[in-house]
């Protein structure tokens, strides 16, 4: 309930500033927007699994893995900064690149003795390639995109100080729909993660895949600021992990789960577009509760 009335209280206080156009989906031809946005990701869990946890970022265009310790109870924050570039190559297609970097730290009991430990680090975190393509104008009926995008390089933790640089193990598939009936715009995302297995020293880590339908609904307060509001249903398949050496196979059962996600966007001028968003998310496995805050420019 803080995270709506912080989204309200910002909103209704920008009603009072310079008027100013909301960003479109779609970047037009030959023109380019880079993004630079910070998460905060605050994660509670009482399992023992090694298991990292998908997130989407850049509205599902792309997703971080969180990594997680072998205990229980833990509790981790987490801080994603992402630098999104956009750039238009014809009048309905856009490719676009996404690098990310993190900072973390997590406190929680030993499995054993329910000694406390925490730790902290920070590190790269994965680099992806994609392309989005307007599939359908909004007419008569709703418009349609279609996007995909493949994890370049990206960084798997097996714990705090075993990870490796992997490349090509995870994909993202996309598809957007909106309908407008001003001042509403009725916007429905679906999102599919892949994700290939991982080996490691005698460990192989399958993440499983990940399926998130999210309708939303974005309200026009007035030609320049936009508040919007929705729920994000996820299903998350079974994950595993293979220990090669002992011939022993531990899995991470998941399952259908539902968040609530609350935003704003106000363009600070005609270039420079503010966005905020909060989504808490419950499953079977953890708790997270997300804050968002992204700067848009476009060149």
Same mark, same amino acid.
């Given at each position: ?13 920008l ?106 680090? +920070? ?23 279609? +996007? ?10 097996? *714990? ?50 990940v ?8 309200f ?7 508040l ?11 994950? *595993? ?34 966005y905020? *968003? ?8 953890y ?13």
């Amino acid at each position: 309930m803080r995270y709506v009335l912080l989204i309200i209280c910002v909103g209704l206080g920008l009603l009072m500033a310079r008027p100013v156009s909301v960003d479109e989906i779609l970047t037009k031809r030959l023109q380019f927007k880079l993004m630079g946005t910070l998460s905060y990701v605050h994660i509670q869990r009482s399992d023992m699994y090694l298991a990292p946890i998908s997130v989407p970022i850049n509205g599902g265009s792309s997703y971080v893995q969180i990594p997680l310790s072998y205990a229980q109870d833990s509790n981790q924050d987490y801080l994603n900064f992402s630098l999104y570039a956009r750039y238009g190559i014809a009048k309905r297609v856009e490719v676009f690149s996404t690098l990310n970097s993190f900072w973390q730290h997590s406190s929680a009991s030993n499995d054993l003795s329910s000694t406390p430990i925490s730790q902290s680090y +920070g590190d790269f975190s994965s680099l992806n390639l994609g392309v989005l393509i307007q599939a359908k104008k909004e007419g008569k009926l709703p418009a349609l995109l279609l +996007g995909a995008s493949a994890d370049v390089l990206d960084k798997t933790y097996f *714990s705090h100080t075993q990870k490796q640089l992997d490349s090509l193990k995870g994909y993202s598939f996309f598809a957007t729909s909106f309908y407008t009936i001003d001042p509403i715009v009725l916007l429905l995302q679906a999102n599919f993660r892949l994700n290939l297995p991982r080996e490691f020293e005698g460990y192989r880590l399958d993440n499983g895949e990940v399926f998130a339908l999210s309708p939303m609904v974005y309200f026009a307060v007035n030609p320049y600021i936009s508040l919007n509001f929705g729920v994000r249903y996820q299903y998350a398949t079974q994950n *595993s992990i293979n220990d090669t050496l002992s011939n022993t196979m531990r899995y991470v059962p998941q399952g259908s789960s539902v968040g609530y996600i609350f935003g704003m966007a106000y363009e600070i001028k005609s270039r420079f577009i503010f966005y905020a *968003s909060a989504e808490k998310l419950d499953t079977a496995q953890y708790s997270s509760d997300m804050l968002s805050f992204t700067l848009s420019y476009r060149i």
